[in-house]
């Protein structure tokens, strides 16, 4: 069964540092998504990847997050600088033409 | 979306009773929902989805109930099992965006 890549698992990483995370959606998913999820809460939209287009934003903190999705396959989102407020669980999801979105296993990211 | 920190609301359950999960959501321009199950440490696993024009849908041993006119969606688990002790996500759609909204989860703990 086809599934949602990413890597690394766990990201232990210092407050100013950057910090980058990868993610290889299912073969021929159009849609990719990164969601950030805090401990106890549900999963918040930071960016929505229609192929290598941004469809939306909104709520990426553009200061210091970025995304990228350049051939329209994977994707990779970058923290620079990572402040301790960033910890969280970094869930990647795709999906092709249906509504149905299928999650990779997350990045857990520390900041210290 | 409302924080609610570390104390998720929990369900407890015996083995093989049966479970009801809800989830109360705000936007009337919400078209299509869906149930999560996150497992410590994983991403979020697809149940069952219900599109706005269903007020019923079932699975194998798990139905979803949908009631527009309260903006209600409840998740019934049948004869519950030890393996469907989880972090359960309600997740909405609203027309024309393909991101989801997730709601505050429900820790389900089945006791043997």
């Known amino acids: 069964e086809a599934e949602v890549a990413q890597s690394p698992r766990y990201k232990i990483t210092e407050k100013s540092q950057a910090v980058a995370f990868w993610c290889d959606p299912i073969?021929?998913?159009?849609?990719l998504y990164w969601y950030r999820q805090i401990l106890g809460q549900g999963p918040e939209l930071l960016v929505q990847?229609?192929?290598?287009?941004?469809?939306?934003d909104s709520q990426l903190p553009k200061d210091r997050f970025s995304a990228e999705r350049l051939k329209g396959v994977d994707s990779t989102l970058k923290i620079q600088p990572a402040e301790l407020g960033d910890s969280a669980m970094y869930l990647c999801?795709?999906?092709?033409?249906?509504?149905?979105?299928?999650f990779g296993p997350g990045t857990r990211l520390t900041v210290t | 979306g409302e924080s609610v920190g570390l104390h998720l609301p929990t369900l407890s359950v015996q083995e093989g009773d049966n479970s009801i999960i809800n989830c109360a959501y705000s936007?009337?321009?919400?078209?299509?929902f869906i149930w999560y199950k996150q497992e410590s440490g994983k991403g979020p696993q697809f149940i069952i989805d219900?599109?706005?024009?269903?007020d019923k849908r079932q699975g194998q041993r798990v139905t979803v109930l949908l009631n527009k006119t309260v903006k209600h969606l409840s998740l019934q688990i049948a004869a519950t099992q030890p393996g469907d002790s989880a972090v359960y996500f309600c997740?909405?759609?609203?027309?024309?965006?393909?991101?989801?909204?997730f709601g505050s989860g429900t820790r389900l703990q089945v006791q043997p």
């Open positions: 936007n009337s321009a919400s078209d299509y």
């Open positions: 999801a795709s999906s092709s033409y249906t509504h149905e979105q299928y």
């Open positions: 990847f229609q192929d290598e287009s941004v469809v939306d």
């Open positions: 073969s021929g998913h159009a849609t």
């Open positions: 997740a909405e759609k609203d027309t024309g965006r393909r991101a989801l909204t």
């Open positions: 219900i599109r706005s024009n269903m």
